[in-house]
């Protein structure tokens, strides 16, 4: 399996950006030695641009159009709209946050995900982040993360609140979660905070971009077993990317093979899930329950 630990995982917009300046270089006809002599850039540094390893700028991107002779002004003027994207996403909204983000754990993750169009979440223990209340996260990232103080922990749950706004307005990703029953019936500190988080998802279901299944006990044991993971589309050329947690850091997967793994096993799920109204009969059985 091929699978990736980058720091920083290159924007959508980067990876656009990679592919189209070497289609433009190979119709060139011409080789990165070539092309680093007439740019006056060094060889190693154009390479790691065209892969996506790092980014680039204006300059030198209209340098490596003149050298590849594209004159047309839609042409060039929509593969710098692609470099700009790529540099304000480098500047992101949770920059501030950077104490008690670890970039490759996390940092990464928000990258991809605030350019992503679809999710389609596998969670087996917790509920999904992106439909976590205050009290829920705050529960969960202080049982979690030992090693934040009650300030840090609150910073993360403002980084969790935040993303949710990604999910509102016109035009927001879709998401498509299956919850193992296990999640929605684990108890920590006050019932309280469960019976919230329950009511939440029940007001979150009914939007249009939302589909809630939940995965129940009778279920038996299925490929999921194996731990959470997200599903992450982009827009097109760009592949769909998985994205799996553990406890010391985070590995994305975009090989096809890999992503047609997960891509299977999220369909298996839920076929064998709940559909949405019986998932709604379930959560409010157990709310009455608390």
């Known amino acids: 399996m091929t699978w990736k630990r980058n720091p920083a995982p290159q924007s ?15 119709r060139a006809g ?13 060889q190693g540094s154009l390479s790691r641009i065209e892969t ?59 990258a991809l995900e605030s350019s992503a169009t679809t999710f389609r979440s596998y969670e087996p223990q917790l509920m999904p982040g992106l439909l976590q209340t205050p009290d829920y996260a705050r529960q969960v990232i202080a049982e979690m993360r030992v090693d934040l103080d009650a300030k840090q922990v609150d910073a993360l749950v403002n980084v969790r609140m935040q993303r949710q706004k990604l999910l509102e307005g016109e035009g927001a990703p879709r998401l498509w979660a299956v919850i193992d029953e296990a999640a929605i019936r684990r108890v920590e500190g006050s019932p309280a905070v469960l019976k919230g988080q329950l009511e939440h998802l029940l007001e979150v279901e009914p939007r249009i971009n939302v589909t809630l299944q939940l995965l129940p006990f009778a279920a038996g044991f299925h490929p999921g077993l194996y731990g959470s993971f997200m599903l992450m589309g982009f827009p097109e050329p760009n592949p769909d990317v998985v994205w799996v947690e553990n406890l010391t ?25 709940l559909g949405p109204p019986e998932t709604r009969s379930l959560i409010n059985s157990i709310i009455k329950e608390l």
């Open 12 to 26: 959508v917009y980067r990876r656009q950006l990679s592919a189209r300046l070497k289609e433009l270089r190979d």
């Open 30 to 42: 011409m080789t990165l030695t070539e092309v680093a002599k007439v740019v006056e850039v060094n």
């Open 52 to 110: 996506g390893e790092r980014g680039t700028s204006p300059v030198l991107v209209k340098a490596l159009l003149d050298c590849y002779e594209v004159t047309d002004p839609a042409v060039r003027e929509d593969i710098l709209d692609l470099v700009r994207a790529d540099q304000a996403q480098r500047q992101p909204w949770w920059k501030k946050y950077s104490a008690v983000i670890n970039t490759t754990q996390y940092g990464g993750y928000l």
């Open 249 to 273: 850091n985070s590995v994305y997967f975009e090989g096809s093979a890999d992503v047609d793994r997960y891509t299977e096993v999220f369909d298996h799920l839920r076929a064998r899930a």
